[in-house]
């Protein structure tokens, strides 16, 4: 049974720091593209990063570029999203899932996990 987890969320001030986890069970995640979504009170859904699944490539939206970083660790079929110089405009609850490539189209994404919030508040 595919179970995908998110964890790493909490409060944290403007300027600073977390790293959330997308943890995979019942699939091995370097098979797949892992991104990571977000989504606040009365918005969509956006993009935030994604990680391809062959050559490891990255991709970020322009508002987190340079403050966030995408990798996976293959051996604890994990995918992280570091982020830093936090921003109020970052609070959401972020997502990660899974698709046969990094794409904008949201539906292309077929796992999904439960979310993780984080909140960017002095």
């Known amino acids: 049974q595919v179970h995908i987890v998110e964890s790493g969320g909490g409060l944290v001030q403007p300027g600073g720091s977390l790293r959330l986890s997308c943890q995979a069970s019942?699939?091995?995640?370097?098979?797949?593209?892992i991104g990571w979504f977000r989504q606040a009170p009365g918005k969509e859904r956006e993009g935030v990063s994604c990680?391809?699944?062959?050559?490891?490539?990255?991709y970020y939206a322009d508002s987190v570029k340079g403050r966030f970083t995408i990798s996976r660790d293959n051996a604890k079929n994990t995918v992280y999203l570091q982020m830093n110089n936090l921003k109020p405009e970052d609070t959401a609850v972020y997502y990660c899932?899974?698709?046969?490539?990094?794409?904008?189209?949201?539906?292309?994404?077929?796992?999904w996990g439960q979310g993780t919030q984080v909140t960017v508040s002095s």
């Open positions: 899932a899974s698709a046969n490539f990094c794409t904008s189209s949201i539906p292309s994404y077929e796992y």
């Open positions: 019942g699939f091995t995640l370097d098979y797949y593209a």
């Open positions: 990680i391809s699944s062959n050559h490891g490539n990255t």
